[in-house]
């Protein structure tokens, strides 16, 4: 390939943006001790860095546009860099979510996009079929080395010397990405601000609520927020709702904005009239889809092997290794397949992949975790996941003409980023809830636990320590006043409802796999070097 140097920068970056978030998801533990918060604590700064991520993608984007892709690409780097060292010298919860969920993500929000669009500017015909091959392999490449990395310096080091590593990387990234080719800057580009924040704000609202249904409660109030103390709860439903309904209308009001700006002549922040493309539709939908699945797993899956059985971050990263391996062998697959079959029997066959590997997930979750099924089921999913890797990058620029690219590498973030802050959100937040309720339930049916020992572990679980191991449900009932034998059967009957909950928040996501089938049916039956877009009409009804 002409050029190598250009994709070798830009897979490396790939590879660090890929490799920040499974690294956190495996030290999860670990992290949440040394900066003495929870596991909730912890859901919160994953969610939000995907959030933060999610919801100036398309600003990051339009900011190519006008400085140039390659100068956005810089200072990305810079800000990435800057939000590394200060996630390393974290010594609370409160300075990771400044330095991870916030800076870092900003930092990504001009990196992500740029790396889509200079990949697409920088080659042409098969080369660039190549390039995104090459991209999505290493996707899966920083998937595999993520768990082990995290979990090899996490154990016998300190997670905090990833980030030391990644500042480093983005020092060498800034140095020689001066050579990268690109095309002239949109200087006069104005950006709209009311349409930056309206996207900004709809995401945030939408996902804080998502987030927030584990303790708010989701319709009903469990135990919403107070101001003097008198509880947030208008007409007796849950603030959650009202998050999720404002989100909702904001991002609505934000496309009726797009809508008039483009009517009036005047540069939208997204380019609606892109979602009349087929092919783009689709190719979104399944980036959504994918990564709220991975995020969902990289978030449940850990908790599981760290908290109910025990291991700690090397073992963790040793069991998802599997599902890494999968994503590296079948990325390359996809992309040997891409010139023997289209890109929508690809895609599907991931889909169903994925579905299938988690049906051996929850056939391997046990009290005592059966290893090869668990490790088959993994690796499955992992394959699914390569399958889809390989095909929709490529999808999506091929949908459009070169001049949008910078706008559908924004897009792509924005899908990308919005489906993992969901995972980790909604699957995480079921997770918990179903945790703490399966906690009190154990305790409720419990004959012999007197009725102040009962008050006071429901006091306790209530107020926010719903994910703990099977001991330390015992401790709990012991530092409550209960009795030995009383603790012991409360902490079994908790253990079996933490599988129960497990396996109902992944049969979530083995559900949306399912459905996500028909988002697929309008990839292409060809993925050419640059085909034209096929915009429908605006009267069509089902897209296709």
């Known amino acids: 390939m002409k050029h190598g140097f ?5 897979a490396v970056a790939q590879f660090v943006m890929v490799l920040d978030s499974t690294v956190m998801n495996v030290s999860i533990s670990q992290v949440a001790s040394d900066l003495g918060t929870s596991i909730t604590g912890m859901q919160a700064a994953i969610t939000f860095y995907t959030l933060t991520m999610a919801a100036f993608m398309l600003t990051g984007g339009k900011l190519g546009d006008k400085w140039g892709r390659s100068r956005a690409f810089r200072i990305g780097a810079v800000i990435y860099g800057v939000g590394s060292l200060v996630t390393a010298l974290s010594p609370n919860l409160t300075v990771l979510l400044l330095g991870w969920s916030v800076v870092e993500g900003l930092g990504a929000v001009l990196v992500i996009p740029a790396i889509a669009s200079l990949a697409a500017i920088n080659y042409e015909g098969r080369a660039r079929v190549v390039a995104f091959s090459i991209l999505g392999a290493v996707t899966g490449l ?12 996490t154990t016998y080091s300190s997670w905090r010397y990833v980030f030391v590593a990644e500042t480093i990387v983005m020092i060498g990234i800034l140095i020689v990405s001066g050579r990268i080719k690109d095309v002239a800057a949109d200087r006069g580009l104005g950006i709209d601000v009311p349409s930056v924040l309206l996207s900004a704000g709809g995401m945030a609202m939408l996902v804080l609520g998502v987030l ?44 009726l904005r797009q809508h008039k700006l483009a009517e009036s002549g005047r540069m939208p922040l997204l380019k609606v009239r892109l979602f009349r493309i087929a092919a783009l539709r689709s190719g979104l939908s399944g980036f959504l889809v994918q990564y709220f699945a991975v995020a969902a797993l990289f978030f449940v899956i850990p908790v599981y092997l760290q908290t109910m059985q025990g291991y700690d971050a090397l073992g963790t990263g040793l069991r998802i290794l599997p599902l890494s391996l999968g994503l590296v062998v079948f990325s390359a697959v996809g992309s040997w397949l891409t010139a023997r079959r289209s890109a929508r029997r690809i895609a599907q066959l991931g889909q169903v992949t994925m579905a299938v590997g988690l049906l051996f997930i929850l ?26 890797a390989s095909q929709l990058g490529n999808v999506n620029m091929s949908a459009v003409e070169q001049d949008d690219s910078s706008e559908v590498g924004g897009l792509q973030g924005t899908f990308q980023n919005l489906g993992s802050s969901f995972g980790t959100a909604i699957v995480g937040s079921v997770f918990i809830t179903l945790l703490g309720s399966g906690l009190v339930s154990a305790i409720q049916v419990n004959a012999d636990v007197s009725g102040d020992v009962r008050s006071q572990v429901i006091e306790r679980v209530e107020a926010g320590v719903p994910i703990v191991s099977e001991a ?42 399912v459905l996500s089938l028909f988002l697929s049916r309008n990839l292409p039956a060809e993925v050419s070097a640059r085909r034209e877009p096929e915009v429908e009409p605006e009267v069509a009804a089902d897209g296709g």
């Open 212 to 255: 927030q249904s584990k303790t708010w409660g989701w319709f009903v109030p469990v135990a919403p927020p107070e101001i003097g103390g008198v509880e947030i709860a208008p007409l007796g439903i849950s603030p959650v709702t009202y998050l999720i309904l404002a989100g909702v209308m904001v991002l609505w009001w934000f496309l």
């Open 142 to 153: 920083a998937a595999a080395a993520g768990p082990l990395i995290g979990g090899l310096v």
């Open 363 to 388: 056939v391997a979750l046990q009290p005592e975790l059966v290893g090869w099924p668990f490790a088959i089921g993994m690796f499955i999913a992992g394959a699914g996941f390569g399958l889809l």
């Open 6 to 10: 250009v994709i070798v920068v830009l």
């Open 472 to 513: 330390e449900a015992e401790q709990l009932v012991l530092d409550a006043g209960g009795d030995e034998a009383t603790a012991t059967a409360i902490a079994s009957d908790y253990a079996d409802s933490q599988l129960d909950a497990l396996k109902q928040a992944i049969f979530i996501v083995f559900a949306l796999l």
